[in-house]
């Protein structure tokens, strides 16, 4: 118990000296790379077209769902670019606005992220378990396994697939593809990306 306790320690350490350097940006957002880009209700091109946004507009990134990033657009913008010029509807607030993935570039990070990679981490350490974990970047991860999580290279990506998915998850990073290298002694053993 106490080695757990002193192990969580020196991990939380490590992360916070890593991640103290290399942050200016503390929120994510959406810039538009297509020259007019449909908004739509929902995560599908089966919603409603609700706006067009121009290259160039940056939004908030709520969250993502498959190819599909969910951005805030404030009431007043949301009028500006809506497409139904009903008079007599009422204006929205609490519309959703998606936009799709590879229409735009998404920068910075999310708020809260240091927190919440030290969730992520004390998840891989409870749940994996992973004996090791190293952020050698917001976007790649690397981790060492109990010795007899080594079954196969094919299980051992598993793995690592499920730490990518899961770190995404919890830290609502969406930048890139998230990289998780497991080693064995000191080299890679296997990598997965998700």
């Given at each position: 118990?106490t080695?757990?306790?002193?192990?969580?320690s020196?991990?939380?350490?490590?992360?916070?000296?890593?991640?103290l350097?290399?942050?200016?940006?503390f929120?994510?957002?959406?810039v538009?790379?297509?020259?007019?880009?449909?908004?739509?209700?929902?995560?599908?091109?089966?919603?409603?077209?609700?706006?067009?946004?121009?290259?160039?507009?940056r939004?908030?990134?709520v969250?993502?769902?498959?190819?599909?990033?969910?951005?805030?657009?404030?009431?007043e913008?949301?009028?500006?670019?809506?497409?139904?010029?009903?008079?007599?509807?009422?204006?929205?607030?609490?519309?959703?606005?998606?936009?799709?993935r590879?229409?735009?570039?998404?920068?910075?990070?999310?708020?809260?992220?240091?927190?919440?990679?030290?969730?992520?981490?004390?998840?891989?350490?409870?749940?994996v378990?992973?004996?090791?974990?190293?952020?050698?970047?917001d976007?790649?991860?690397?981790?060492?396994?109990?010795?007899?999580?080594?079954?196969?290279?094919?299980k051992?990506?598993?793995?690592?697939r499920?730490?990518a998915?899961?770190?995404?998850?919890?830290?609502?990073?969406?930048?890139r593809?998230?990289v998780v290298?497991?080693?064995?002694?000191?080299?890679?053993?296997?990598?997965?990306?998700?």
């Amino acid at each position: 118990m106490t080695s757990s306790i002193v192990r969580r320690s020196l991990l939380f350490a490590a992360v916070s000296i890593l991640l103290l350097g290399h942050r200016l940006a503390f929120s994510q957002e959406a810039v538009v790379k297509g020259p007019i880009v449909n908004v739509r209700s929902g995560p599908g091109t089966s919603f409603e077209i609700v706006g067009r946004v121009k290259k160039g507009d940056r939004f908030p990134i709520v969250k993502a769902k498959k190819n599909w990033i969910q951005i805030n657009i404030d009431e007043e913008t949301l009028e500006e670019i809506k497409l139904d010029k009903e008079a007599d509807e009422p204006a929205h607030g609490d519309r959703e606005t998606w936009i799709f993935r590879k229409l735009i570039e998404i920068v910075g990070i999310p708020p809260d992220f240091e927190e919440r990679q030290i969730d992520f981490q004390n998840w891989a350490l409870d749940e994996v378990p992973v004996t090791f974990i190293e952020f050698k970047s917001d976007w790649q991860i690397w981790v060492r396994l109990p010795p007899e999580k080594y079954a196969s290279r094919a299980k051992v990506r598993q793995i690592a697939r499920r730490i990518a998915q899961e770190y995404k998850n919890q830290t609502g990073f969406i930048g890139r593809e998230i990289v998780v290298k497991v080693l064995k002694g000191n080299r890679v053993y296997a990598t997965a990306s998700e």
